[in-house]
Nanobody, 134 residues
Framework: QVQLVESGGGSVQAGGSLRLSCAAS????????MGWFRQAPGKEREGVAT????????LYADSVKGRFTISQDNAKNTVYLQMNSLKPEDTAMYYC???????????????????????????WGQGTQVTVSS
C-alpha cells in the first residue's frame, strides 16, 4: 500500500522559512516523478516543484523560483521542500505526490513551459498547511 506522509507545515511571518518533508513507502521510489503541489481556498491545485528521483533533476513554478528548493534523500525515500522568503501568497495546503508509473510529464519541460498535471500523479499525501502572515 502506497503511503505518502507529509510533515513540516506551520505558521510563519512573511520572510520566514519552513521545510516540508514527504516520506514515501509501499512504492518503488526510484526513477519516478515526485512533486509538491499546493491549493489555496477557492483556487485550483497547482504544481510548485517536481523532482525526477532517478537523476535528481528539478523544475519549479515561476512564483517560487529562487525561494523554494526541492530535494531528495534516497536512503530515506523522502522528498523535501525548503521554502525561504515566504510570502502571504504562499499560504495554502501543500501536498506531496508521486506520478503514475511511467508518467514523467510532470518532470519535463515542453517548449520551455512546465505545467504538471494533477491527473498525472496517482498517489497523494494528506497535505500539510502552510500559513504565512504579513
Amino acid at each position: 500500500q502506497v503511503q505518502l506522509v507529509e510533515s513540516g507545515g506551520g505558521s510563519v511571518q512573511a520572510g520566514g522559512s519552513l521545510r516540508l518533508s514527504c516520506a514515501a513507502s509501499g512504492y518503488s521510489y526510484r526513477s519516478n516523478c515526485m512533486g509538491w503541489f499546493r491549493q489555496a481556498p477557492g483556487k485550483e491545485r497547482e504544481g510548485v516543484a517536481t523532482i525526477y528521483t532517478g537523476s535528481g533533476s528539478t523544475l519549479y513554478a515561476d512564483s517560487v523560483k529562487g525561494r523554494f528548493t526541492i530535494s531528495q534523500d534516497n536512503a530515506k525515500n523522502t522528498v523535501y521542500l525548503q521554502m525561504n522568503s515566504l510570502k502571504p501568497e504562499d499560504t495554502a495546503m501543500y501536498y506531496c505526490a508521486i506520478s503514475h508509473p511511467g508518467v514523467l510529464r510532470g518532470c519535463l519541460r515542453y517548449g520551455g513551459h512546465w505545467s504538471p498535471l494533477v491527473g498525472d500523479f496517482g498517489y497523494w499525501g494528506q497535505g500539510t498547511q502552510v500559513t504565512v502572515s504579513s
